[in-house]
């Protein structure tokens, strides 16, 4: 592992309000992650540990404080460039999917190299190679709809890695899924994290999935208390 992290959140505080009161979610977050770490985030519902993913991935601004990814300072990217940046930095793997249902399995894990600018053809080879890899590869033409649910995050799996980011955040990857299921979907992708040199932050409630990772961070009403 790096020495230097490629993740870094400094003193991160994240406010809501709602009506005439600000309601603290996050509450001073720091953490370092190191490049090739597999990293699970624990805790209860309602503790911030999806609040501090999506901080985490750009997805939302913090009310205080620094994410700073590979020396980047994200509160420093324009809304404008943070598409651009987290396409290369970045791939996400929803709890529920977020797949497009007009789409089949193929279109919706190339999405992201459509708007890279990719051509057509090359990013129909390298999607077909990734769902083939993911046990796909006779599901290409079908829709979610058509799909198990285990099937459906692997073609969420395959979205997040297509334009192979730094930094792979998955968001409860197993929460709507059953336990056999779930041990195949973390086992792919933990060991495709691993072999592409990726980094991994996962945030779950489950002590059975996070023991998964390399290091376990408990939270506890928006505090990094383990």
Sequence with gaps: MSPKPILQAREIIKKYRI?????????????DIYHGEVVSILGKS????????????????PTKGDIIIDGHYLNKISEKRMSAFRRKYIGFVFQLYNLIPSMNALENAILPMVFEGVPQKEREEKGRELLT??????????????????QRQRISLARAMINNPRIIFADEPTGNLDSRTTEEILNLLISTVRENGQT???????????????????????????
């Design 46 to 61: 309602g503790c911030g540990k999806t609040t501090f993913l999506n901080i985490a991935a750009g997805l939302e601004r």
């Design 200 to 226: 991994l932050l996962m945030v779950t409630h489950d002590l059975e999935v996070a023991r998964h990772g390399d290091r376990i961070i408990e939270m506890v009403d928006g505090r990094i208390i383990n």
């Design 133 to 150: 890899i993911m046990g796909l590869g006779d599901r290409l033409k079908h829709k979610p709809n058509e799909l198990s649910g285990g």
């Design 19 to 31: 009506g005439t009161q600000a309601v603290s979610v996050l509450n001073g977050i720091n953490l």
